[in-house]
């Protein structure tokens, strides 16, 4: 059975080997038939039936009806994985989109981009193939990606200013990249965008997300694991660490020595007796 591939310029392989599809009649007629609409344009279906064979094409009152299974189009295939990777770990979540992401060759339908009977389709595809790259971004950052992902991010919410969420991912990106301050002025571009295009606000999950980084509430991947329980990350290690240490003479009052012990025990020191807190 031939193989149709709409996410880019029309291409039918059948065992293969490229059908030849040159007249623009046939190319819509066949685009047509693949979003399951009706037609009676006899001699361009004769004409494709000698193309894709007699038993592709079915004769249904009041046109015709392309018989292909769902595997066999591109655009049902992506559909399916990317439905299918929602459920599924942040690796083999990332495998599946990348997957469905690599069966694009262009726009949709673009061989009939001016054809109002393909634009509401041709529309859908679009948008699931931008939910498809924000899902991808999303695992990717689930495994710890983020410093790869800031060049992408950048350049998406570039393009689509107005998505709030590509916004989200590149102030995270940005945050657990180290770089705390241009994540808060990720925020304050895409509030300004929104207010001038929109005339609103950002969003609830944006503005949360924006108080969690100002906060240092974001958790990082492996900080955690040397700052348990500690909010403020790296910073906040460093500080405690040389004060600890010695490095750095706080002004303390009455309760240095319950400080002290307080932050052996919370950023784990050495077993043994608290540290004696230098005094300024």
């Not at 495994?143 to 916004?167: I, K, S």
């Not at 050495?270 to 807190?277: N, T, V």
Request: net charge negative.
């Amino acid at each position: 059975m031939p193989d149709y591939r709409v996410l880019g310029p029309l291409e039918v392989e059948d065992g293969g080997r490229p059908l030849d599809l040159a007249a623009r009649q046939l190319r819509a007629l066949l685009i047509i038939l693949l979003l399951h609409a009706v037609t009676s344009m006899h001699n361009a279906v004769g004409k494709l039936r000698r193309l894709v064979g007699d038993h592709s094409i079915v004769t249904r009152p009041p046109g015709y009806v392309l018989s292909v299974e769902r595997a066999n189009v591109d655009a049902h295939r992506f559909e399916d994985l990317v439905r299918g990777a929602r459920a599924a770990e942040p690796a083999a979540r990332v495998a599946a989109l990348r997957e469905a992401l690599a069966l694009w060759r262009g726009d949709a339908l673009i061989d009939v981009a001016y054809e109002s009977f393909a634009a509401t389709e041709a529309s859908r595809l679009e948008e699931l193939r931008l939910v498809a790259r924000e899902e991808l971004i999303d695992a990717e950052l689930e495994l710890g990606e983020h410093d790869a992902l800031v060049p992408e991010l950048e350049a998406l919410v570039a393009a689509n200013p107005l998505r709030e969420r590509l916004w989200g991912q590149l102030m995270l990106a940005l945050y657990r990249s180290g770089r705390q301050g241009d994540a808060s002025q990720a925020y304050q571009d895409a509030r300004r965008t929104l207010l001038a295009e929109l005339g609103i606000e950002p969003g609830p999950a944006l503005k949360q997300l924006h108080g969690a980084i100002i906060r240092q509430e974001v958790d990082v991947p492996g900080v955690a694991s040397r700052v348990r329980g500690s909010p403020a990350g790296d910073e906040l290690a460093d500080v405690a660490t040389a004060i600890l240490a010695g490095r750095v003479v706080p002004v303390l009052g009455e309760d240095a020595d319950s400080l002290a012990a307080h932050l052996a025990e919370r950023f784990h020191y050495p077993r043994g007796e608290p540290p004696e807190l230098p005094r300024g």
